[in-house]
T-cell receptor, first 116, second 115 residues
């Protein structure tokens, strides 16, 4: 059973370009979370999705950022018109359920975005 | 407000010495508690978790943690540190039952191991 797969591992974008980060959850997991990690900081929650639904996007910047988790295929975190401040590691996590025992999240290796 | 505090930003211990990493939380109810480890350039690996029951939980790689409700703490311990334990450690809290709430992480403690 493969773990959470994120790609690309490293992504370099020029200011103003778009960044697309992909996350395939573990098999059987229908809950996906995206987190951002800035240098010297812990992980900050961005968005929580289930298949075809955004459940909680309270941690996501209101502009330029969007996320989806379609019925088929990976979850996508999209950042439009990137700026230098978007440079960070973006982690995806998945879990089989969202409440109660057994809801620990399994993390991918992350995508390290560098905006030049 | 819900929060996790890891008071120590950086700790250095000698190989073979014991280790304790501190974690305090503020949460409306008894949360689920986790410790994750992150090696440089890698993702997060779950070390251990506490949901209920015995307040002393055992994890992987010889780590253990003790939940103390009265102190709102969940400190991570290891009796004898190995050089390969050098990494960043994150404490996190999650909701007991409520669906759809993400984990809240501390800022992490970087562990260095000296020979």
């Amino acid at each position: 059973n493969a773990g959470v797969m994120q790609n690309p591992r490293h992504l370099v974008r020029r200011r103003g370009q778009e960044a697309r980060l992909r996350c395939s959850p573990m098999k059987g997991h229908s809950h996906v979370y995206w987190y951002r990690q800035l240098p010297e900081e812990g992980l900050k929650f961005m968005v929580y999705l289930q298949k075809e639904n955004i459940i909680d996007e309270s941690g996501m910047p209101k502009e330029r950022f969007s996320a989806e988790f379609p019925k088929e295929g990976p979850s996508i975190l999209r950042i439009q018109q990137v700026v230098r401040g978007d440079s960070a590691a973006y982690f995806c996590a998945s879990s089989p359920r969202s409440g109660g025992e057994g809801t620990e999240a399994f993390f991918g290796q992350g995508t390290r975005l560098t905006v030049v | 407000a819900q929060s996790v505090t890891q008071p120590d930003i950086h700790i250095t211990v000698s190989e073979g010495a014991s280790l304790e990493l501190r974690c305090n939380y503020s949460y409306g109810a008894t949360p689920y508690l986790f410790w994750y480890v992150q090696s440089p350039g890698q993702g997060l690996q779950l070390l251990l978790k506490y949901f209920s029951g015995d307040t002393l939980v055992q994890g992987i790689k010889g780590f253990e943690a003790e939940f103390k409700r009265s102190q709102s703490s969940f400190n991570l311990r290891k009796p004898s540190v190995h050089w390969s334990d050098a990494a960043e450690y994150f404490c996190a809290v999650g909701p007991p039952v409520q669906a759809g709430t993400a984990l809240i992480f501390g800022k992490g403690t970087t562990l260095s191991v000296s020979s």
